[in-house]
């Protein structure tokens, strides 16, 4: 079985440009994440997706960034435009989100963003 | 707000040892606690998962421990192997949104 598929892996931009990262979960995972890790940290939730709702985006920074998960399968998360404080690795993870107390997340390798 | 915290930030040891990983959190009200391996420009992969109502999880050499109340959990690993140098992250489930809020992380490195 196929695991969570992100692209691209790597992503290098000039300040101000627009990016774009997509996700692939698998498949007959209801829930989706998007993560942000910076170098040294830990990753934090940037929204959360029960099918096509968008049930968790309080950490989102709405000003720059969007996500979209149409059809409750793919996902897109979208910066515009970027700035240099974005540079950081932007993590996918999906679950079957069942019962909560043993849902494990599984997360995808990740696209790496480098703003210049 | 759930804090989670990994000390020390990075470890080495010979291979061969037994080890221990430590992790706390402030809020003991946790739906369960999940340790993650990371490797250099990987994603997560899950290690294993201890329910709030469960004390510890095992699985091959790894052995982890939970005590919600103390607000601690310990990752025990046998017979460290290089192949075990890797970053692990703690993680616990909480709050009505199933949030997962994650520790920095310590890195493992066994030396051969």
């Given at each position: 079985?196929?695991?969570?598929?992100?692209?691209p892996?790597?992503?290098?931009?000039?300040?101000?440009?627009?990016?774009?990262?997509?996700?692939?979960?698998?498949?007959?995972?209801?829930?989706?994440?998007?993560?942000?890790?910076?170098?040294?940290?830990?990753?934090?939730?940037?929204?959360?997706?029960?099918?096509?709702?968008?049930?968790?985006?309080?950490?989102?920074?709405?000003?720059?960034?969007s996500?979209?998960?149409l059809?409750?399968?793919?996902?897109?998360?979208?910066?515009?435009?970027?700035?240099?404080?974005?540079?950081?690795?932007?993590?996918?993870?999906?679950?079957?989100?069942?019962?909560?107390?043993?849902d494990?997340?599984?997360?995808?390798?990740?696209?790496?963003?480098?703003?210049? | 707000?759930?804090?989670?915290?990994?000390?020390?930030?990075?470890?080495?040891?010979?291979?061969?040892e037994?080890?221990?990983l430590?992790?706390?959190?402030?809020?003991?009200?946790?739906?369960?606690?999940?340790?993650?391996?990371?490797?250099?420009?990987?994603?997560?992969?899950?290690?294993?998962?201890?329910?709030?109502?469960?004390?510890?999880?095992?699985?091959?050499?790894?052995?982890?421990?939970?005590?919600?109340?103390?607000?601690?959990?310990?990752?025990?690993?046998?017979?460290?192997?290089?192949g075990?140098?890797?970053?692990?992250?703690?993680?616990?489930?909480?709050?009505?949104?199933?949030?997962?809020?994650?520790?920095?992380?310590?890195?493992?490195?066994?030396?051969?």
């Open positions: 079985e196929a695991g969570v598929v992100q692209s892996r790597y992503k290098i931009i000039e300040k101000k440009q627009p990016v774009a990262f997509w996700c692939n979960p698998i498949s007959g995972h209801n829930t989706l994440y998007w993560y942000r890790q910076n170098l040294g940290q830990g990753p934090e939730l940037l929204i959360r997706y029960e099918n096509e709702e968008a049930v968790d985006d309080s950490q989102l920074p709405k000003d720059r960034f996500a979209e998960r059809k409750g399968v793919d996902s897109t998360l979208k910066i515009q435009p970027a700035e240099l404080g974005d540079s950081a690795v932007y993590l996918c993870a999906s679950s079957l989100q069942g019962d909560t107390s043993t494990t997340q599984y997360f995808g390798p990740g696209t790496r963003l480098t703003v210049l | 707000k759930q804090e989670v915290t990994q000390i020390p930030a990075a470890l080495s040891v010979p291979e061969g037994n080890l221990v430590n992790c706390s959190f402030t809020d003991s009200a946790i739906y369960n606690l999940q340790w993650f391996r990371q490797d250099p420009g990987k994603g997560l992969t899950s290690l294993l998962l201890i329910q709030s109502s469960q004390r510890e999880q095992t699985s091959g050499r790894l052995n982890a421990s939970l005590d919600k109340s103390s607000g601690r959990s310990t990752l025990y690993i046998a017979a460290s192997q290089p075990d140098s890797a970053t692990y992250l703690c993680a616990v489930l909480t709050g009505a949104n199933s949030k997962l809020t994650f520790g920095k992380g310590i890195t493992l490195s066994v030396r051969p």
